[in-house]
Nanobody, 126 residues
Framework: QVHLVESGGGSVQAGGSLRLSCAADLETVNIYYALGWFRQVPGKEREFVAAVSWTGASTYYTDSVKGRFTISRDNAQNTVYLRMNSLKPEDTAVYYC??????????????????WGQGTQVTVSS
């Protein structure tokens, strides 16, 4: 079983920064996981934000956060991070950490994300 626990959410003014962390309790025997972040606002679908391959060598972002957000992982600590700079009010959402069984360096398809954290709220005020 895989458990994911997010932390680091909060409230910030536009232009500010936050760093989200996700502690991942992963099965590691012969199984490798890509890790990612999604976000959701009430009444909308959960949307992809960023992902990192199991090696950490490859990263993927949705267009709206490119150049502002950075995803990284520390496999020794089983932790994935999302550094968010130049935050905008439209970044306000509940952010979810997620894991998918990796196939090489390729980004998982949305339906391949099997495991989810409980979410952490990020609120950006104008």
């Amino acid at each position: 079983q895989v458990h994911l626990v997010e932390s680091g959410g909060g409230s910030v003014q536009a232009g500010g920064s936050l760093r989200l962390s996700c502690a991942a309790d992963l099965e590691t025997v012969n199984i490798y996981y890509a890790l990612g972040w999604f976000r959701q606002v009430p009444g909308k679908e959960r949307e992809f934000v960023a992902a990192v391959s199991w090696t950490g060598a490859s990263t993927y972002y949705t267009d709206s956060v490119k150049g502002r957000f950075t995803i990284s992982r520390d496999n020794a600590q089983n932790t994935v991070y999302l550094r968010m700079n130049s935050l905008k009010p439209e970044d306000t959402a509940v952010y979810y950490c997620t894991a998918a069984r990796a196939v090489g360096e390729a980004p998982p398809a949305r339906h391949e994300y099997e495991y989810w954290g409980q979410g952490t709220q990020v609120t950006v005020s104008s």
